[in-house]
């Protein structure tokens, strides 16, 4: 894997329906020819394509042949992306296909600011890679992906309702839902969840999966819910308030591994036994679930296999696929110590 600087490039479609005062959609839609266009606005927009050299640049594109190369969109800060294993294994697992395919795998990041989004959307667009592989998105899209003149798989089922993208994820809720049920199977009374953030698909399954279970037991108590962002010392700060809130808490569905072990943490400093007192799941099964002491029951999901499944999406799309496909992939409760 190669990471790569971000030079100012060539405009993009976005910056063609800015120039000429319409949405990216019908900018589009004129790019591909579809009718339902108003002639007028059809004037616009091929004249902005004319000025920014858009429509030359597509062309030089079309005749320059394929790149070699696929992107790993990371829609996160880089000090996260280092710090969690769960995208060194989504790596991993594209990685591998593109090796094989005989593919270079480029890494690009995109922090919550709208200054770096731009340069990776002019990246994406100006033909330096075949197409991309984006994980991590949050809420809305950050960047302008329906647009570009490459195919694109998501890592994750899109939050925007009635998108028709390709994606590949994991039943999040239903493994959320067996891991919850455990620990109300186990005789725990109290059960809690660290749910993750809610402008990810994940952590609003995960949640969901939580609520269900609990529904079905006849308890439900919103004060049991706390929120981190998948990461480690937010899921210590969630267990320290939570704790504060209910005291009694005998039981946490953590939605990620990391928050797991934050939890133990914070669990451990206020003098509460795991699983004596308070029981845990994680969700994940990264590898540093197997060195906590106890060893943290969870949630494995195959995190390389869906890393492998976006890139053979990506790579049947590059073949000439045009049908957008999606896959869930099934998750599974290990069990360990903590519950």
């Not at 993009?12 to 004129?30: I, K, P, Y």
Request: contains cysteine; charged residues 25%.
């Amino acid at each position: 894997m190669s990471s790569v600087e971000l030079p100012q490039l060539r405009p993009t479609l976005a910056d063609v329906a800015r120039a000429a005062g319409v949405s990216t959609a019908t900018a589009s839609r004129v790019l591909n020819g579809f009718p339902r266009v108003r002639p007028k606005t059809r004037k616009q927009v091929e004249s902005a394509m004319s000025a920014l050299g858009y429509a030359r640049q597509r062309a030089a594109r079309a005749t320059a042949g394929r790149t070699g190369s696929v992107a790993l969109v990371v829609c996160e800060e880089v000090l996260r992306l280092f710090a969690d294993p769960y995208f060194a294994r989504i790596s991993a697992g594209a990685g591998k296909e593109l090796t094989e395919a005989g593919l270079q795998l480029v890494l690009l990041t995109v922090p919550a600011t709208e200054n770096y989004q731009a340069p990776v959307v002019r990246y994406l667009d100006g033909g330096h890679v075949d197409g991309a592989l984006v994980v991590g998105m949050h809420g809305r899209r950050p960047l302008d992906l329906d647009w570009l003149g490459i195919p694109v798989v998501f890592g994750g089922r899109p939050v925007r309702e009635g998108d028709c993208s390709s994606y590949v994820d994991v039943d999040n809720r239903g493994g959320a839902q067996r891991a919850t049920q455990r620990l109300i199977d186990a005789g725990r009374r109290t059960v809690a969840t660290i749910a993750g953030p809610q402008d990810m698909t994940a952590g609003v399954d995960r949640l969901l999966g939580y609520r269900q279970a609990v529904a079905g037991a006849g308890r439900g108590d919103r004060g049991l819910v706390v929120f981190g962002d998948f990461g480690q010392a937010s899921g210590e700060h969630a267990t320290t308030r939570l704790l504060d809130r209910r005291p009694k808490v005998d039981a946490i569905f953590a939605a990620s591994d990391m928050m797991a072990v934050g939890a133990m943490r914070a669990l451990h400093r206020a003098g509460r036994r795991v699983p004596g007192d308070v029981a845990i799941i994680g969700f994940d099964d990264l590898p540093i679930g197997r060195r906590t002491d106890p060893p943290l029951t969870t949630v494995r999901q195959p995190i390389e296999e869906m890393g492998a499944r976006m890139t053979g999406e990506l790579l049947a799309m590059l073949g000439g696929s045009a049908t957008p496909r999606c896959a869930v992939l099934d998750t599974k409760l290990v069990l360990r110590a903590t519950a």
